[in-house]
């Protein structure tokens, strides 16, 4: 059994709160039912991986249009987020490895490329260009200079550049440049640098002569971000001694400390008349977490926030509040003058996701789940990835695309969330509504969803108008899906057991001893077949099962499947699933065969849905990304006969290997286990066929035989009937 986690004053689905075991994902609604594949061995595709990655700010600024624009290091992508909370990334050619942004002359965004040496362009509809920095290896900060250039810093070069809006590059160095860091445009027209190499302030103008100055008192040790002030003076933080600084053009410096100063990494002058800057170190033993506020005369304020974590760009927004990025939560941060926080994240322990109307796909985003922290998101086919965050918008688990072209949610405040393409949102609330789980379209125009809190299956009309079934056969529901029979099919995690709900309401219940469920962990999924039935994953059983309209349970396991969560039928005729703790994702055929990919990139993977573009999109929590699984060969196995005794020997043939792999051949039973029985080598096409004997001694029933492949590790299985 996987660790329950728990997160303090909220109810999460890997988490208890007042005495309330929770599961831990909502599932993603069952697809429209598709054809089954062709039998024998013609090769499908499927199993190549990519990855999304979530928010990894670092710097930020405000642009042209009134947004706030920042940059993503980790994940090679330009942010964007609005004062109402609505953040993009954009990622394409020209970035590696962005750095620090700023507003350029031209109306566009301008960033360093850390790694590339290159200065790269955004405009504001997120068009992507760079311009390579000739003598420049590694750049840092940058500005607009008062000559309608962009001036740049190369610690690793000891030099600083400029680049007009064309791309031509001029490089400065000389005795006063050792490891510049940031630079600003000064009061003076000149331009402002920290210099952490030769611990001092450095100034050139526009023609390229350069001052610096230093202290003997360490007032310039280590500096590095730096601002214009409000009072016609440079001021810049020095995290070496916990202290703001302030230099005049004149070069006077004035050094200001205080307790709740520790390592400041970010600062800028705020709408308040005031400096403010990012505390991201430690105060008597505790991380600081916080925002500071220096006035022009060195009066401090202090303000901490458990949401605040690693803070380190920070701008004025055109909002009148101050923005600042948020390393540990990987977000963004907005305070008031009154220090009121505000956090935004952007891919955070994604959960359910569905493919849009829109042709994009829609995810929850569940923590944090504070009251205005989380959000629904989105990512089209290429990866470019819109939040949408609200205040009423608390910790949503299940998602799926209703009647009317909207998305719609269930929360962990007992909220059911309407939420348009377009970005507008209505949430929905009821006395009945407790803990809702996972929701999905009926039949009947409306939406269907589970109350996992008392015990019920709730309706809701696109009108908003609430209907609620209680059943004494209903324990601990999550999982819903419409089945092919136009009744609700859900999973009943309090007792084992399938349930199944008409649209007037008539419960029923079916039992199995191979069904089971996890009451405190990730969740199980349920979602129609291509084959009429409806296959959900046991979790706690780690199998996956099959229940057919009439209530017959067949149950499929591998000794890979750990944990599966989130269930969907594929463009292939064959269901996938999350595989949460292997780490991959799984397929199983309607005849039951298995097969596995896993994968370096993949990290506790939850939600699953089959996307507009024919591959399989699903959320990784672990990794706070959201995965496609591309198209390649996957392996299949054909068995013949497919009943045959002990002893006898049968006929194995698997195609979808690579190329003259060696491919092990095993028979696994209810009751030996697994038993290695022969290898073969594949043909140039990775295709194989052999004649195996079932063990003499297999246990008689449902057996299977299993291949893996020796380099690429991939794995299938195929049923056979014995005795």
């Not at 507008?424 to 407790?434: E, K, N, R, W």
């Not at 591309?630 to 006969?641: D, F, G, K, M, Y």
């Not at 003259?660 to 043909?683: C, P, R």
Request: with cysteine; aromatic share 8%.
């Amino acid at each position: 059994m996987r660790l329950t986690l728990y997160r303090p004053g909220s109810l999460s689905r890997r988490g208890v709160a007042a005495g309330l075991a929770v599961l831990l994902l909502g599932v993603a609604a069952g697809g429209t039912a598709l054809a089954a594949p062709a039998s024998g061995l013609a090769t499908t595709k499927a199993g190549q991986f990519t990855t999304f990655p979530g928010m990894e700010p670092v710097n930020i600024t405000t642009g042209p249009d009134g947004a706030l624009w920042f940059t993503n290091s980790g994940d090679n992508a330009i942010g964007r987020i609005t004062t109402a909370g609505v953040s993009t990334l954009y990622s394409g050619s020209g970035l590696d490895a962005p750095l620090s942004i700023t507003s350029g002359p031209d109306g566009a965004l301008w960033f360093t490329n850390a790694q590339s040496g290159s200065v790269g362009r955004i405009t504001t509809a997120g068009k992507l260009s760079a311009h390579k920095a000739k003598g420049f290896t590694h750049l840092n900060g940058i500005t607009a200079g008062p000559d309608g250039a962009l001036w740049f810093t190369s610690l690793a070069n000891d030099a600083i550049g400029r680049m007009t809006t064309a791309g031509v590059v001029t490089k400065y160095t000389g005795k006063a440049i050792n490891g510049p860091q940031d630079i600003v445009a000064g009061p003076d027209g000149a331009l402002w640098f920290t210099d952490s190499g030769s611990d001092s302030i450095g100034r050139i103008t526009t023609a390229g002569v350069m001052t610096s100055w230093s202290s003997s008192t360490g007032a310039t040790a280590c500096p590095t971000q730096i601002t214009a002030g409000p009072d016609g003076a440079l001021w810049f933080v020095n995290p070496c001694n916990n202290s703001i600084r302030r230099i005049t053009t004149s070069g006077v410096i004035s050094s200001f400390t205080d307790p709740t100063i520790s390592s400041p990494e970010g600062i800028t002058a705020g709408p308040d008349g005031a400096l403010w800057f990012t505390n991201d170190g430690y105060v008597s033993g505790e991380l600081e977490n916080s925002v500071g506020r220096i006035t022009t005369s060195g009066v401090v304020a202090n303000y901490p926030d458990p949401t605040i974590q690693l803070p380190y760009g920070i701008t004025s927004g055109p909002d009148g509040a101050l923005w600042f990025t948020n390393g540990k939560y990987a977000s963004i941060g907005r305070i008031t003058t009154t220090g009121a926080v505000a956090n935004y994240t952007h891919i955070s322990s994604p959960g359910s996701i569905v493919a849009g109307p829109d042709g994009a796909l829609w995810f929850t985003n569940e923590y944090p789940i504070e009251p205005g922290t989380s959000s629904i998101g989105r990512i089209t086919t290429s990866g470019q990835e819109t939040e949408y965050h609200s205040a009423d918008i608390n910790g949503p688990l299940g998602l799926t695309v209703g009647p009317d072209g909207a998305l719609w949610f269930t929360t962990q405040y007992d909220q059911i969330g309407r939420l348009s393409t377009a970005g507008v949102l209505t949430t929905y609330t009821d006395p009945s509504i407790s803990l809702p789980w996972d929701i999905t379209s009926g039949p009947d125009g409306a939406l269907w969803f589970t109350n996992f809190g008392n015990d019920t299956i709730g309706r809701i009309t696109t009108g908003g108008v609430v209907s609620n079934y209680p059943s004494a056969l209903i324990s601990d529901p999550e999982a819903i899906t419409l089945g092919p029979d136009g009744a609700l099919w859900f999973t009943n995690n309090g007792n084992d057991t399938i349930g199944r709900i008409t649209t007037n309401g008539v419960v029923s219940s079916f039992p199995s001893s191979t069904i089971d469920f996890q009451v405190s962990g990730p969740t199980s999924g349920i979602t129609s077949g291509p084959d009429g039935a409806l296959w959900f994953t046991n979790t706690q059983g780690d199998s996956i099962g099959r229940i057919t309209t009439a209530g017959v349970v067949t149950s499929y396991t591998a000794s890979w499947v750990a944990g599966p969560t989130a269930i969907v039928a594929g463009a292939d005729g064959a269901l996938w699933f999350a595989n949460s703790e292997d780490n991959s994702i799984g397929r199983i055929s309607v005849t039951g065969a298995l097969t596995n990919y896993p994968s370096a990139v993949v990290s506790d993977p939850e939600g699953i849905t089959l996307g507009p573009d024919g591959a399989l999109w699903f959320s990784d929590f672990g990794s706070n990304s959201i995965g496609r699984v591309t198209e390649v060969a996957i392996p299949l196995l054909a068995v013949s006969p497919t009943t045959a005794d002990p002893g006898q020997s049968v006929t194995l043939s698997g195609s979808g290997f690579g190329a003259f792999e060696v491919v092990a051949i095993s028979f696994v039973d209810s009751v030996h286990g697994t038993t290695k029985l022969a290898t073969v080598t594949t043909t140039a096409s990775g295709s194989f066929s052999a004649s195996v004997a079932i063990p003499s001694d297999a246990a008689s029933g449902k057996q299977a035989f299993s291949a893996k492949g020796g380099t690429s590790h991939l794995s299938a299985t195929i049923p056979i009937t014995v005795g």
